[in-house]
Structure formats: C-alpha cells, structure tokens
C-alpha cells in the first residue's frame, strides 16, 4: 500500500527556510503529480505547489519566487523548498499525489506544521 509521509516542519522565525519532504512509501513518484497544500488554522486548504510527472512546475502567487518543488528521485521524495518565510505561511502543509489519468489527488499524507513568527 502506498503511503506519503510528510517531514521537515517545524517553527521558525520570518525570514527564515525550511525544506519540507515528502517520502513515498511501496513506490516511486514516476509517474505521479504531486502537490503541496496547505491549511491555516479557520481557512480552507489551499494549493502551494506542484509538480507534474514531467517536472513542470506551478506555484499560487503567494509563494512565487520564494518556494520551490522538485524531486529527487535517488531518495524517492518531492521537496518543498521554503525560504522567506512569512507569518502567513503558517500552516499544516500536505503533500499529495495522482496519477496522470486522475483528476483529484486521491493520496494524502498527514501533514506537517509549519510556524512562522513575526
């Protein structure tokens, strides 16, 4: 069974990095879109990034030009690379994945926190 377990969170100040990983567990991510969310304590989930299985990548205009995706397949993870960290960046990040034929992410991870403080 395939798992995605997501690492890296933790608190830090604003202006600071953290890079997040997202490990797959019973097989590669080739194949597979992944994604990062995000959900803020009272706020729906909300995209970050993704990355498609040919490595193209998008990111929401909040976070452009200071997060970057990318896989690294010699480890099996997709990371999330977070510098500038701001305090609205706080939030339980997920990662996700679907093939290329499904539409929704139907793989989940539990999440990790992230905290910025001002």
């Known amino acids: 069974q395939v798992q995605l377990v997501e690492s890296g969170g933790g608190l830090v100040q604003a202006g600071d990095s953290l890079r997040l990983s997202c490990a797959a567990s019973?097989?590669?991510?080739?194949?597979?879109?992944v994604a990062w969310f995000r959900q803020a304590p009272g706020k729906s989930r909300e995209l970050v990034a993704t990355?498609?299985?040919?490595?193209?990548?998008f990111y929401t205009a909040s976070v452009k030009g200071r997060f970057t995706i990318s896989r690294d397949n010699a480890k099996n993870t997709v990371d999330l690379q977070m510098n500038g960290l701001k305090p609205e960046d706080t939030a339980v990040y997920y990662c996700?994945?679907?093939?290329?034929?499904?539409?929704?992410?139907?793989?989940w991870g539990q999440g990790t926190q992230v905290t910025v403080s001002s």
């Open positions: 996700a994945a679907r093939p290329m034929s499904a539409s929704v992410y139907g793989l």
């Open positions: 019973g097989r590669t991510f080739g194949g597979l879109s």
């Open positions: 990355i498609s299985w040919t490595n193209s990548p």
